[in-house]
């Protein structure tokens, strides 16, 4: 009887561990990866402008600056996938290639006004103020800081063009430049 | 104590009854059960993927795709499932939501491949569905369970926000249902 007894509680024993051993598991593979700051300017739309005669061939103005229409370049599919970028112009006047000092009353140099808008705020803006002898060519403005990520079609606008002192412009070929960053404050 | 050395003189007395009378025999049932198990012997790995965007700031599928790492582990019973869970890589850097055109997730289909005797078992999970797949019948098995990335892709097509990146794949055993 008592031998019964043990060899029950043996049985009893055995059972009660297959109830309680189902044990399932966890395993985690982690997945890392990283996306770098980067900052890209579409390819502007014209590349170039030619504004051709420059100064007035008749009537009361006639040598002096003409009046020039606004310009406008595009910059499609430019964006900053990173918060807290800046947009800046850097500008150069339009100067004659002969850089001989103009007589006075004369100028060999064009201002004009560069602003591009929608990336940051306020626009980034600018306008040059070289001298009638083409000195101090180059002025530089920069945008608002833009918070956010972003991505648009940028415009650059070209308007406000002026001679210093509204005087002749020497004849010759002129040239000048817009240059536009996109990067970190 | 004292009920053990009772049996035991009992079960002396019934070894030296042949020389007296007739055999007797008593018999003791030994009994015992293995539970259903599964663990893992190496439960834990890392994917490190790296820059994750391509040309024109969107991802690229391609580092996503194929990449993979492997645990190992076992279950010892005939019914033991495996499933699998994908957790989207989450921008962990970048807080709020994305502006218009850009992402800070990237889905991807996870899928773990054990080797049971019969030949392999995979159960695999796409992070852009809640919870984990369907379960597959791995049963008795003892083998690397080897966890592969496809199907990339952000839920937009959008540029990706830069900063860190980070999701997993979580792959349970279960010994049954």
Same mark, same amino acid.
């Given at each position: ?54 100064s007035s061939?008749?009537?009361p103005r006639a040598g002096k600056l ?5 310009? *406008? ?23 004659a290639?002969?850089?001989s000092t103009p007589p006075p009353g004369f100028t060999r140099a ?21 001298a009638a002898n083409g000195?101090? @060519? ?25 001679a210093p002192g509204d005087g002749f412009l020497v004849t010759? @070929? ?6 536009? *960053?996109?990067?970190?404050? | ?114 080797? !049971? ?17 369907? !379960? ?40 049954? !249902?």
């Amino acid at each position: 009887m008592r031998l019964t007894a043990i060899i029950l509680g043996l049985a009893i024993t055995g059972l009660a561990t297959a109830a309680v051993a189902q044990t399932a598991a966890d395993g985690q593979a982690a997945v890392t990866g990283s996306v770098s700051n980067v900052c890209v300017l579409g390819a502007p739309s014209p590349a170039a402008i030619n504004l051709g005669q420059l100064s007035s061939t008749s009537g009361p103005r006639a040598g002096k600056l003409s009046t020039i229409a606004d310009q *406008t370049v595009n910059l499609p599919s430019s964006w900053c996938n990173f918060g807290g970028t800046r947009l800046s112009i850097s500008s150069t006047a339009l100067l004659a290639a002969d850089t001989s000092t103009p007589p006075p009353g004369f100028t060999r140099a064009v201002n004009f006004n560069s602003s591009v808008t929608t990336w940051g705020s306020p626009n980034a803006q600018v306008t040059t103020n070289a001298a009638a002898n083409g000195s101090s @060519a180059t002025a530089n403005g920069d945008s608002g800081v833009q918070a956010d990520p972003r991505a648009a079609s940028l415009s650059l606008q070209l308007s406000q063009f002026s001679a210093p002192g509204d005087g002749f412009l020497v004849t010759g @070929a002129y040239a000048g430049s817009v240059t536009i *960053t996109l990067g970190p404050e | 104590m004292r009920v053990i050395l009772g049996a035991g003189a009992a079960l002396a007395l019934i070894g030296a009854a042949p020389l007296a009378a007739a055999q007797t025999t008593g018999t003791v049932d030994i009994t015992g059960s293995v539970g259903e198990r599964c663990e893992f012997t190496i439960d834990s790995g890392l994917i490190t993927l790296g820059e994750l965007s391509g040309t024109g700031g969107a991802l690229d599928a391609a580092v996503v795709n194929g990449a993979s790492d492997t645990l190992n582990g076992w279950c010892n019973g005939t019914a033991a499932e495996m499933t699998v869970e994908a957790h989207a890589l989450q921008n962990i850097t970048y807080v709020g939501a994305p502006p218009a055109g850009f992402e800070t997730v990237v889905n991807f289909t996870a899928t773990a491949t054990a080797t !049971p005797s019969g030949g392999p078992v995979s159960a695999n999970d796409s992070s852009a569905v809640a919870g984990a797949g369907a !379960p597959s019948v791995v049963g008795v098995f003892s083998s690397d369970i080897d966890v592969v990335l496809s199907a990339a892709a952000t839920p937009g097509g959008g540029k990706l926000i830069a900063g860190s990146y980070e999701g997993s794949v979580d792959v349970t055993l279960t010994p049954s !249902p």
